[in-house]
């Protein structure tokens, strides 16, 4: 079975405060893809990052990082220097090469940057 | 850029009445699926569509159908509307059955079931 555990329910944080969002994920397969959605309060979920599981390299984008850690089955997402823009909800995702065409989400992580 | 429309961001139904959720995307997928997301269970599975006319039953299909009669259009039907159907809806799209393939949402319905 595959899971996405993302333990955080809500986190508040003031501007220009580092936050980290945690995604800790099971799966029996060999291939697999993690990803990352944001929902604003405008309700779209807005597609942020792909990691595919030969891929273990960092990425950052701009005041956005990934940490992505097969030993610990974690993804990681990092904001550094937040904004109030980023408050929204966040999702991780996976979905695995012998899984059909199903993403499994996590439960979103409640980010709400105060000024 | 894709572009995932969804006919309503809200609804009020009354138990019991058909209810018809339509989404529409214009950058030829072909998948399209349909999601429910309630508080602290992230998003549900309900249908997906990897073809005109092609279905397949995700995680909780129950009390739901689906409708895929042209490649652009998705519709969400429920039958019978009960007040455990009160939730957001979500569509999404992505171009082709590969694994890696993103998926687009649109900008969801909230609907209310009284």
């Known amino acids: 079975a595959q899971k996405v555990t993302q333990a955080q329910t809500e986190i508040s944080v003031v501007e220009k405060e580092d936050v980290t969002l945690d995604c800790v994920y099971e799966?029996?397969?060999?291939?697999?893809?993690l990803f990352w959605y944001k929902q604003p309060p405008s309700g779209e979920l807005v597609f942020l990052i792909r990691?595919?599981?030969?891929?273990?390299q960092n990425e950052i984008s701009g005041r956005y990082s990934w940490n992505f850690q097969k030993s610990t089955s974690s993804f990681n997402f990092t904001i550094t220097a937040s904004q109030v823009v980023d408050s929204a909800v966040y999702f991780c995702?996976?979905?695995?090469?012998?899984?059909?065409?199903?993403?499994?989400f996590g439960p979103g992580t409640r980010l709400s940057v105060l000024p | 850029d894709v572009k995932v429309t969804q006919s309503s961001r809200y609804l009020v139904k009354r138990t019991g009445e058909k209810v018809f959720l339509e989404c529409v995307q214009d950058?030829?997928?072909?998948?399209m699926f349909w999601y429910r997301q309630d508080p602290g269970l992230g998003l549900r599975l309900i249908y997906f569509?990897?073809?005109?006319?092609?279905?397949e039953k995700g995680d909780i299909p129950e009390g739901y159908s689906v409708s895929r009669e042209k490649k652009e259009r998705f519709s969400l039907i429920l039958e019978s509307a009960s007040t455990n159907q009160t939730s957001m809806y979500l569509c999404?799209?992505?171009?082709?059955?590969?694994?890696?393939?993103?998926?687009?949402f649109g900008p969801g319905t909230r609907l209310t079931v009284l």
């Open positions: 569509s990897y073809d005109v006319k092609m279905k």
């Open positions: 999404a799209s992505s171009p082709t059955t590969g694994v890696a393939d993103t998926q687009y």
């Open positions: 799966t029996r397969d060999t291939t697999y893809y």
């Open positions: 995702a996976l979905r695995g090469d012998n899984y059909g065409q199903n993403f499994v």
């Open positions: 990691r595919n599981s030969f891929d273990e």
């Open positions: 950058m030829d997928h072909e998948n």
